[in-house]
């Protein structure tokens, strides 16, 4: 048998890995972009990863994209535990802060203490939203279910009966980490609900 | 209507980022963890990802592991014309080597061109395996099927018919990565071998 050095702390990092590959198994309320199926976390996950890449110049001047990665990738493993809410789904989303800490808990205990510590600490940056970069991870985050929506004849809100208002809301959190991505978005509506796929308000 | 600067980049970067939503729907010859169903690309990379973050410290002193992260995001996206291929296929491999460049070509080509140049380079970089980056990314890539059939009753190895000899030339990508990765990975075969999901050879 060969040795390997720091085994407990490796043996504890392979338990964790092993439990968030159930995070492949947690749905969100949006389809894929061609309306096959609906999303997991992970890969939703991983996709928030590429846009962070990929659309990085967007952010504000001096964000630190890497942790804006790191933080994205991470962002979601407490559904693990605590399960997807949909983000138009108010009294939900009090009963879900709670469960999510407790996930939290549970879920990053399961690392050296040190590792517990910082992807603790990158969940909370994240939902805080108070760093330059939590907030334009935040803004990725609601970006890319708006466009699948937009891109899968309106998607999770049709099914949802959701509205131009509603998601003018969640706009702001996009313009507040990017106003680059603010503004794209508030097109995406608009051409959206030009083309009958979002209902203005509520009949 | 609002004017967002840059336009024609961020619509490249949008068209991209619309193309890259099909890594969801290649899937791979694993199962998940639990054996319920076959992994796909884009919940592996974020997996892979989550590996480098958690397990970097198991990288050579000095290596860049944000460069791991992104190498490793980006490394499968060729896979959406080039298909998967399962590692023990010599034949498909050599083949496959041609449609990753021109897929490679057209996806990454969807960028603006800055872009295009730099995540192409992290692909080739990936490929190449001639970085320190690039061997510890390779093997956290060879590394998780691994875990995943030795959580899962010897998973894609029992139903390819793969044998201990095979998965052990794997390793040493694994050990060239990391040799305490390498080394743990050698206990997970004879632990499979152990516990017959694993043939020691073809008999």
């Known amino acids: 048998m060969t040795t390997v050095p ?11 890995a092993v439990e968030i590959d159930k ?10 972009m061609d309306g096959s199926r609906r999303e997991n976390d992970a890969e939703h996950s991983w996709y928030l990863g590429m846009l962070a890449m990929v659309l990085g110049e967007h952010a504000p ?5 890497d942790r804006v990665t790191a933080m994205l990738l991470v962002h979601d493993i407490v559904e693990i535990d605590a399960g997807d809410t949909f983000i138009y789904d108010l009294t939900a989303v009090e009963v879900q802060e709670k469960a999510e800490r407790a996930a939290a808990d549970r879920i990053f205990g399961l690392l050296p203490e040190d590792q517990t510590l910082a992807l603790r600490a990158l969940w909370e940056e994240f939902e805080a939203r108070k760093t330059p970069e939590a907030r334009f991870a935040k803004a990725l985050d609601r970006l890319a279910p708006m ?3 937009h891109h899968n004849e309106g ?3 049709v099914r949802h009966g959701v509205t131009a208002d509603q998601v003018m809301e969640k706009v702001e959190i996009i313009r507040e980490g990017s106003p680059a991505l603010g503004d ?11 083309r ?5 308000s509520r009949a």
């Open 6 to 16: 720091d085994k407990e702390r490796l043996l504890a990092q392979v338990g964790f």
């Open 196 to 200: 009958g796929h979002l209902a203005r």
């Open 61 to 65: 001047p001096g964000t630190d994209l």
């Open 155 to 157: 998607g999770s809100w």
């Open 147 to 149: 466009m699948a929506n």
């Open 184 to 194: 794209y978005a508030t097109e995406i509506i608009e051409l959206s609900v030009a």
């Open 23 to 32: 995070l492949k198994r947690v749905l969100r309320r949006n389809m894929l």
